[in-house]
């Protein structure tokens, strides 16, 4: 372990001219906010799971979907990039949008890098969770670590046409075909239409379950090496539309070398992050971050499908008074001085101003030249989290204080 070399959730990669890793990035990686319970990332990915599980079982009432949120984001430039048909001169490639460990290995810049390898164990409907990295710049709404699920759902000839009339005269696949804006040039176009109606259906249903019926919907057609057609969903959020996932008819050429050749599939990756923001109206990607209890507790729900209720920590103005007290014990004997501590009086302001005290600080100590006596201030900070605090509000609390510090710490109020 050296300058060398990048460590990595325990493992070691020799550096190279691709290594472009930073500490800061590297000190998220292992974080799994998704996999945190009641973090907001986590509240989501459980809903979206408990969705997936609930309407859609197999035969004996089993969920079809698998769901996997616990592999490593540590990946190989094949992964990310050439198992998804990426070329090797594409853009999304370049060093300035990613994280490289080093030449052959990246932090992934997506949950699709994991489409081939899950096709290939032989699963047919699976949502992957995870972190993903990408070079960007930080605001409110672009953050270098975020987190996906990705959808991928496969059929056979029979699963498909099997609810369709004369279904068994229907095919999968057609030789002498041309690619259109519409289908790949091996698909049948009745193949095709099915499956996007199906992704496209499960999109819509998905939304809908998280965010009620009178959500509106749009799909953009868009691009990606890996699906044709592919399209975007955007939903309507504060008079805007708002892009919160990719998706398409995954490339026969993807499935071919992962051992499903015989079937089609769809594809979806949606940005947990997002559909979050909008969910609980989060202004900002920075407090997915924040380990403050004033954010964190306000997703800790008995049950998943409860309502939030998301109160923006700084809507309401906080207020600050100060409080100045001598402490105990004349002419700064040593007796006086122990029988004060800090944490006694922080613990005095919790317990009479409770969840109204946001911060208690030290401000200023001062020991009288003369007398030798001791007097600390200290500025309380209080905040509702719900209601903006009137100064007669605040002044009572405060007062409570101030009393209480006198009677049960003995100090003398400077008051
Ligand atoms: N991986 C794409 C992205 O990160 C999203 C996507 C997933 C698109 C699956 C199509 C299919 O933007």
């Known amino acids: 372990v050296g300058q060398d070399s990048v460590e990595v959730l325990g493992h070691s990669f020799p550096r190279d001219h691709f290594t472009n890793v930073t500490p800061k990035v590297l000190s998220k990686v292992g974080r799994n906010l998704h996999n945190q319970a009641h973090h907001p990332l986590w509240l989501i990915k459980e809903r979206i799971k408990a969705h997936f599980y609930s309407a859609y079982t197999g035969r004996w ?19 990310n990039f050439d198992s998804l048909l990426i070329p090797p001169d594409h853009p999304s490639r370049k060093p300035g949008d990613n994280y490289y460990l080093n030449r052959t290995t990246m932090l992934r810049a997506h949950t699709s890098a994991h489409q081939s390898e899950m096709v290939r164990s032989g699963l047919d409907a699976f949502l992957l ?17 975020f987190h996906q699920m990705e959808g991928v759902r496969l059929f056979s000839s029979h699963e498909l046409f099997s609810k369709v009339k004369n279904g068994e005269e229907l095919s999968l696949f057609e030789s002498g075909g041309r690619r259109t804006p519409h289908k790949q040039e091996m698909h049948t176009l009745e193949a095709v239409k099915l499956v996007e109606f199906d992704l496209k259906r499960t999109l819509t249903r998905l939304v809908t379950h998280l965010f009620g019926e009178d959500l509106e919907v749009r799909w953009v057609d868009c691009y990606f090496p890996f699906t044709h ?33 015989n079937k089609l599939g769809w594809a979806f990756g949606l940005g947990l992050e997002r559909l979050a923001m909008v969910l609980y109206s989060i202004p900002d990607i920075r407090l997915f971050w924040s380990q403050d209890e004033r954010f964190l507790k306000q ?81 309380i900070v209080y905040r509702h989290m719900e209601h903006t605090l009137t100064q007669q509000e605040v002044r009572l609390i405060h007062q409570q204080i101030e009393r209480a510090a006198e009677v049960e710490l003995g100090v003398q109020g400077r008051y």
């Open 229 to 261: 057609p592919s399209f975007e969903m955007e939903v309507r959020f504060q008079d805007d539309w708002m892009e919160v996932l990719g998706c398409g008819v995954m490339e026969q050429e993807l499935l071919n070398s992962s051992g499903a050749g």
């Open 129 to 145: 969770a995870g972190d993903v990295y990408r070079r960007d710049e930080i605001n409110a709404s672009h953050y270098p670590v």
């Open 299 to 379: 997703f800790r729900v008995q049950d998943i499908h409860q309502p939030i209720c998301f109160q923006l920590l700084s809507k309401y103005p906080p207020l600050h008074n100060d409080i100045s007290f001598w402490l105990p014990g004349s002419r700064g004997s040593e007796e006086g001085r122990e029988s004060f501590t800090q944490n006694d009086f922080y613990e005095l302001v919790r317990s009479v101003g409770g969840d109204l005290v946001e911060k208690v600080s030290l401000v200023d100590e001062f020991t009288h030249p003369k007398t030798g006596r001791r007097s600390l201030c200290y500025r």
């Open 61 to 79: 009432g089993t969920p079809l979907f698998s769901v996997h949120d616990n592999l490593s984001p540590v990946v190989t430039v094949e992964q």
